[in-house]
């Protein structure tokens, strides 16, 4: 079965960098496109970017443009997203999301599977 | 940017009864070459992770119940709960994965 597995939660001082790991089983995983998602202390979803695992190339969403960066090792499938330059604001549970079908569908883009959560916590 | 907003932000239904969210966006997500709408309805529970419900404006994801339908085109959708279960209790929200940012409406609480 598909299965997202996210990193353990973090705590990181105003300035610092966080790097959320997710590592998948049960699916090929360069075939999926994966994107993250974070929802903040009260607030609704928040799309961040997308990350083609085969090729690498990603898309941010222009809130986190030269802040954020999507990797991945294909050969342990482990997607990684890091922020860098962490705020308060940036206290959020973080979340991997892996399309609902592989590149070769049409439904690629739409968040079929997703990880528990990483909560990354910002304080001083 | 696509713009999402939803309506209401809250609502409270009775058990039973009937729910209804609705979604607009800021320009059309019909994709006019294939007819399709790139509209999708997430359902949220506190500590758990979002679940797809609808994709395709009104395709129910398997395993969804038939209480559960989406409809919509353009720029206008809904998601139509039509006998509120206790375990509907959470928060909706809609996305549209048209254009980069795929962006999400602000979520809408269902409550009993």
């Known amino acids: 079965q598909v299965q997202l597995v996210q990193s353990g939660a973090e705590v990181k001082k105003p300035g610092a960098s966080v790097k959320v790991s997710c590592k998948a089983s049960?699916?090929?995983?360069?075939?999926?496109?994966i994107s993250w998602v974070r929802q903040a202390t009260g607030q609704g979803l928040e799309w961040m970017g997308w990350m083609n695992p085969d090729s690498g190339d990603t898309g941010f969403a222009q809130k986190f443009q030269g802040r954020v960066s999507m990797t991945r090792s294909t050969s342990i499938s482990t997607a990684y997203m890091e922020l860098s330059s962490l705020r308060s604001e940036d206290t959020a549970v973080y979340y991997c999301?892996?399309?609902?079908?592989?590149?070769?569908?049409?439904?690629?883009?739409?968040?079929?599977?997703w990880g528990q959560g990483t909560l990354v916590t910002v304080s001083s | 940017d696509i713009v999402m907003t939803q309506s209401p932000d809250s609502l409270a239904v009775s058990l039973g009864e009937r729910a209804t969210i609705n979604c607009k966006s800021s320009q059309s997500v019909l994709y006019r070459s294939n007819s399709k709408n790139y509209l999708a309805w997430y359902q949220h529970k506190p500590g758990q992770p979002p679940k797809l419900l609808i994709y395709w404006a009104s395709t129910r994801e398997s395993g969804v119940p038939d209480r559960f339908s989406g409809s919509g085109s353009g720029t206008d959708f809904t998601l139509t709960i039509s006998s509120l279960q206790a375990e509907d209790v959470a928060v909706y929200y809609c996305?549209?994965?048209?254009?980069?940012?795929?962006?999400f409406g602000q979520g809408t609480k269902v409550e009993i």
């Open positions: 996305q549209q994965y048209y254009s980069t940012p795929r962006t």
């Open positions: 999301a892996r399309g609902r079908t592989a590149y070769s569908g049409s439904d690629y883009a739409i968040l079929g599977y």
């Open positions: 049960g699916y090929t995983f360069p075939s999926y496109d």
